[in-house]
């Protein structure tokens, strides 16, 4: 069967929530999302026995699914509201999206890389996970169309944080970013009422970088 989802898969599942919450995160509709996506149907099936381990994996066109640890992690900070729309730079497989989804977020979701655009669009439709849109473009400059957001999550490593995703936000909005080159710093920056950004460093992680507008793909 293409898309099951069996008790095995379920049982490991649990096991990798209480494994992400003994590793600190606290957020009962984090883990309750994290509980409710298939993982495994977001990887290869090559890599079917490695969907619950709390690694991050190759998904194709040289980019990784993140951590489940990091995935929870970068969403828990968010703070998300029921009704949220949020910005996901970086769709990957789609597997953030769909914890966002579930944790009732509208998501906006955009991707760099063609491959990894079409190949999320056809599964986020596939498993029945309804985003409110899902583009191909470069994420730096975020997605004017639509915004203002209330979140907006980077799930690649950036070296400065864009300038047009705080314009993208709206007062009282969060955006969460990883910051740096070979290692990154997880920010969290929270736009005031009164337009002041306050920023909060939470510990150092690992990404794939963030592309430029002229990667070789176009
Ligand atoms: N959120 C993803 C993780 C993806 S890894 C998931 O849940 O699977 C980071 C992704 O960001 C990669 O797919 C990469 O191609 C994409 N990316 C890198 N630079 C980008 C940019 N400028 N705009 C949009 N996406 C970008």
């Not at 579930?102 to 998501?107: F, I, Q």
Request: glycine share 10%.
């Amino acid at each position: 069967m293409k898309f099951e989802d069996s008790f095995k898969h379920k049982g490991l599942r649990k096991k990798l929530v209480e494994e992400i919450k003994n590793k600190g995160i606290e957020d009962e509709r984090v883990l309750d999302a994290i509980g409710k996506v298939p993982r495994h149907l977001f990887m290869d099936s090559s890599f079917l026995e490695f969907a619950y381990i709390d690694k991050a994996f190759p998904i194709g066109s040289g980019q990784t699914i993140s951590q489940p640890f990091t995935v929870a992690f970068q969403t828990q900070l968010l703070e998300i509201n029921k009704g949220d729309k949020v910005l996901e730079v970086g769709t990957g497989s789609g597997y953030q999206s769909c914890v966002l989804m579930e944790m009732g977020a509208k998501v906006y979701t955009i991707e760099r890389q063609k491959p990894l655009y079409l190949k999320a669009k056809t599964l986020l439709s596939d498993l029945g996970y309804k985003a409110r849109q899902i583009s191909y473009g470069d994420g730096y400059k975020g997605l004017p169309a639509w915004a203002p957001f209330d979140r907006i999550i980077v799930t690649a490593g950036a070296v400065e944080i864009p300038e047009s995703l705080i314009q993208q936000l709206k007062p009282g909005g969060i955006l969460v970013i990883p910051l740096g080159r070979d290692t990154q710093v997880m920010k969290r920056i929270r736009k005031t009422a009164g337009d002041i950004h306050i920023e909060e460093e939470h510990g150092s992680f690992r990404f794939v970088p963030m592309l430029g507008d002229k990667a070789n793909d176009r």
